[in-house]
């Protein structure tokens, strides 16, 4: 893409109300707009990054057998009354239309996937199977001051199992601990996220939290120097041992819970009563687990991992655009002639073999202002043309957060 086309800019200040790094660093190099607080829009550069964090998601879901599905955001009142969460779930939106019916917004989907669910199981042989969307959800959060950590509405993959007893709930909830560790890995953040114990609520002793350590968070995890599991402090003043290898000894990190894991087993089910016949032809309750991921706040904890005083640093995997070429104009026209011919050349050939380009074409911006936009905006390498690199053949291609580069034979960059 020219950068000339881009419809956004990017900007000196961030807003004075927003106090995140995640978000000033996001939306001053053009990646969201904020549209009240906990609400944001997603910009092309931005929407890059969350279409490539969603295919990750998207792919390791298939890979886990999950069908996906896309349900609704307006759910009737009856179905939160079935679970009791219409009057205990305080950041829920209800809203009433001019006939005063009531609805929730989908602050989560168990009201809607298990009402799903008992259309289709009847018997032990429709089971187990998995459905998950990647899908807005709205909640009241009291503090929205975390940037896109935190929205009030955010987008969330969330992947429901239903199995026919303990045992198979129990398999599949060890099998997602792996699919959930893949992906951090792929997005970049494996070596910063660590399987958290948690509470497990009325239903089982514990669930899951995936928590990527950095001072930007709101939780406190203790990592075990053992094993590197973690639990979460809510759980803490219970649990005195690693529930894992019972070592003793924990150190104290903020953390960002990006994704969780939990065995519902028959919370959900009872209420709408979900059950199938067995092979001894009894009728038993559905075993379910839930597995979420928060996009935007994935996102946001990336930006909060890989940044430095001068902008955004993407990993590759979620990087808008794998290079970005910048070319420095000459006042010589005839030299400029030739900067912008090999810069051009290299722009297509590039996207000519199916590699993201970024290319600033932009004609009335300086070189140091180019730079600057280029560390803000973080696109892992930097392809600089100038006078001075055309004088060697060469183009100077830098990592970003390098502060020099090398000089690459201009032939051999861009075959
Ligand atoms: P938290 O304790 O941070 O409020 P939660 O326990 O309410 O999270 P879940 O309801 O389990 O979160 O949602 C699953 C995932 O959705 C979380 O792990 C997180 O990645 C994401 N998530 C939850 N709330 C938000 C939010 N307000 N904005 C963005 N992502 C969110
Ligand atoms: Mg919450």
Known sequence: MRQSQLFTKTRKEAPKDEVAKNAQLLIRAGFVDKLQAGVYTYLPLGFLVFKKIENIIREEMNKAGGQEILMPSLHPKENWEKTGRWDTMDDLYKVKDSSERENALGATHEEVVVPLAKKFIHSYKDLPFSVYQIQNKFRMELRAKSGILRGREFIMKDFYSFHKDEKDLAD???????????????????????????????????????????????????????????INKEIKSEQKSCPECGGENFEEKKSIEVGNIFELKTRYSDPFELTYKDEDGSDKPVMMGCYGIGLGRLLGTIVEVYNDENGIIWPEAVA?????????????????????????????????KGVDVFYDDRKDISFGE????????????????????LEKDSVEVKKRGERQGKLVNIKEYAK
Do not use: W
């Open 172 to 230: 599949f909830y060890e099998k997602m601990k792996g699919v959930y560790k893949a992906i951090f890995e792929r997005v970049g953040i494996g070596e910063k996220t660590y399987l958290t114990f948690a509470s497990g609520g009325s239903f089982s002793k514990y669930s899951h939290e995936f928590q990527t350590a950095t001072d930007a968070g709101e939780d406190i995890i203790y990592v075990c120097n053992k094993c590197s599991i973690a």
């Open 320 to 352: 808008p655009f794998k290079a970005h070429i910048l070319a420095f104009y000459s006042k010589d026209e005839e030299k400029n002639k030739r900067i912008v011919a090999e810069a051009d050349r290299i722009y297509e050939s590039l996207q000519s």
């Open 370 to 389: 180019k730079l600057k936009d280029a560390d803000l905006i973080g696109i892992p390498e930097v392809v600089i043309i100038s006078e001075k690199t």
